[in-house]
C-alpha cells in the first residue's frame, strides 16, 4: 500500500470585499465603519495588499501577537466586541440603558489601560483648581 502525499491548503486570502463580508458575519462593525477600519489597517502597515489580496505584514502580526498575548478576552475577542455592538444596537432601538452599557465598557477600558500602565483615572473629575492670587 502507497502512502499518498498531501499538502494542507491554506485558506484563501481575505480581499478588501471578503474581510467587510466576515466582519459583517461577526457583528463587528457597520456599514459607516468598513471602510475606515480597511484604510486604518492598510495605512498602519498592519496589512498590504498584492493582487487585490490582504497579507499581514511583520508588523501586523507583531501587534496581533502582543494585543492577543496581553488583551484578550476584552476588546481583543471577537465575542466580546459583537455583544458590545450588539449593546449599542439594543440602545439605538430604546432596548437598554446607554449609561449602564457606556459605564460597562468605561471601566473595560480602564482596566486595559491601567494594565498598560495609565497612571490615574481620567473617569474621576478633575481635580479643583486652586483660587488665583
Do not use: C
Not at 41 to 53: D, F
Not at 82 to 98: K, M, N, P, Q
Amino acid at each position: 500500500m502507497k502512502s499518498a502525499k498531501r499538502a494542507t491548503k491554506p485558506p484563501p486570502r481575505y480581499t478588501q470585499a471578503s474581510l467587510i463580508k466576515k466582519l459583517e458575519r461577526d457583528g463587528i462593525g457597520r456599514p459607516s465603519t468598513y471602510a475606515a477600519i480597511l484604510r486604518t489597517i492598510l495605512m498602519r502597515a498592519y496589512v498590504e495588499e498584492k493582487k487585490r489580496k490582504l497579507h499581514a505584514t511583520t508588523l501586523g502580526m507583531s501587534v496581533t501577537e502582543f494585543l492577543v498575548r496581553h488583551y484578550s478576552g476584552n476588546f481583543v475577542d471577537l465575542n466580546y466586541t459583537a455583544r458590545l455592538e450588539e449593546e449599542l444596537d439594543r440602545i439605538s432601538r430604546g432596548e437598554a440603558d446607554w449609561e449602564k452599557v457606556v459605564t460597562e465598557a468605561s471601566f473595560a477600558v480602564l482596566a486595559l489601560a491601567k494594565r498598560a500602565g495609565l497612571w490615574g483615572n481620567p473617569l474621576d473629575p478633575p481635580p479643583p483648581k486652586p483660587p488665583a492670587a
